[in-house]
């Protein structure tokens, strides 16, 4: 019998295991906002996506319209630690998906709209669902949706606690 090819393997498994539990470190990263860049202010070392404005090194690397990856962990007050925006070669379009998780800061029940900062998210075609429950103040939600207007009103297409993206 032959141990040494079993031992490389237990070495290679153990190897891999180990990177895997040093991704897992990260666990509190997440997609938190993928949609296109509104404003660079490379001077300040900022960029406006889907009206939040994120701190980044890599500010005079991205242009308006550019298709983003916000990934970081979201606090309680809403704001994003520790924000890593990952740039795509795409630059949106009024029908291109975009994303967002983070904190409802208002909702205006009357007009189906909920406020993420300084993002409005229309979600008046979920009301048609019987499964739909409407977002109340200070709920950590996500929304998948649509921005017809560069920095204008998210249209969801899902909105709740557990919505995944697809516009990554």
């Known amino acids: 019998m032959k141990i040494y090819p079993i031992l490389s393997a237990l070495v290679v498994a153990l190897a891999a295991g180990t990177a895997l539990a ?15 860049v509104e404003k660079v202010d490379a ?6 996506i889907l009206g939040r404005e994120i701190s ?15 990934y970081g962990s ?16 795409q630059y949106g379009s009024g029908g291109d998906p975009v994303f967002i998780k983070g904190l409802v800061t208002d909702v205006n029940a009357l007009l189906g709209q909920a406020q993420f900062g300084g993002t409005t998210v229309d979600y008046t075609a979920q009301l048609a669902s019987a499964e739909f429950t409407a977002p109340s103040v200070g709920e950590v939600l996500a929304v998948d949706g649509t921005q017809p207007l560069v920095k204008g009103v998210i249209l ?9 993206a697809k516009a990554a």
């Open 156 to 164: 969801a297409s899902e909105i709740g606690p557990n919505v995944v």
């Open 22 to 36: 040093e991704d897992q470190n990260l666990s509190g990263t997440e997609l938190l906002i993928s949609g296109p």
């Open 74 to 89: 979201l606090k309680s007050d809403g704001s994003i630690a520790d924000s890593e925006i990952d740039p795509t070669p």
């Open 43 to 48: 001077a300040l070392g900022t960029v406006t």
């Open 56 to 70: 980044t090194d890599k500010a005079s690397q991205l242009a308006p319209g550019q298709i983003v990856d916000v």
